[in-house]
């Protein structure tokens, strides 16, 4: 699978890129690329860090949505990367709260 990952800091414009991305799905989609929709009520895909770490270990942003939400949605958008993946489209994936986290372990989750 092939994934561009945009993990900037907080309060460098993420939420732009991120809303640009949306807006410009279909033209991203016909290049070969993809943005995957947003799930679980989160306005982007912070929800890959629930399988990264302790739930307690969350920033607290993140820990205000209940285990039982996280993980339905982290398997929905892992799910969609999936089917992307077969399709043979570079997935684009943007989270702020991605910034400072094990590179590793979102890698490898991505992956599987």
Request: charged share 20%.
């Given at each position: 699978m092939?994934?561009?990952?945009?993990?900037g800091?907080?309060k460098?414009g993420t939420t732009?890129?991120?809303d640009?991305?949306s807006?410009s799905?279909?033209?991203?989609l016909?290049?070969g690329?993809?943005?995957p929709?947003h799930?679980g009520?989160f306005?982007?895909?912070?929800v890959?860090?629930?399988?990264?770490?302790?739930?307690?270990d969350?920033p607290r942003?993140?820990?205000?949505?209940s285990?039982n939400?996280?993980?339905?949605?982290?398997?929905?958008?892992?799910?969609?990367?999936?089917r992307l993946?077969k399709?043979?489209r570079?997935?684009?994936?943007?989270s702020?709260?991605?910034?400072?986290r094990?590179?590793?372990g979102?890698v490898n989750q991505?992956k599987?």
């Amino acid at each position: 699978m092939k994934a561009i990952l945009h993990i900037g800091t907080n309060k460098t414009g993420t939420t732009y890129l991120q809303d640009s991305l949306s807006a410009s799905r279909n033209v991203l989609l016909e290049q070969g690329f993809a943005y995957p929709a947003h799930t679980g009520g989160f306005n982007n895909h912070k929800v890959l860090l629930s399988g990264l770490v302790a739930h307690s270990d969350l920033p607290r942003h993140i820990r205000r949505k209940s285990e039982n939400k996280l993980v339905p949605a982290r398997i929905e958008l892992l799910t969609e990367l999936a089917r992307l993946s077969k399709e043979g489209r570079t997935a684009i994936i943007s989270s702020e709260s991605l910034f400072n986290r094990t590179k590793d372990g979102l890698v490898n989750q991505i992956k599987s």
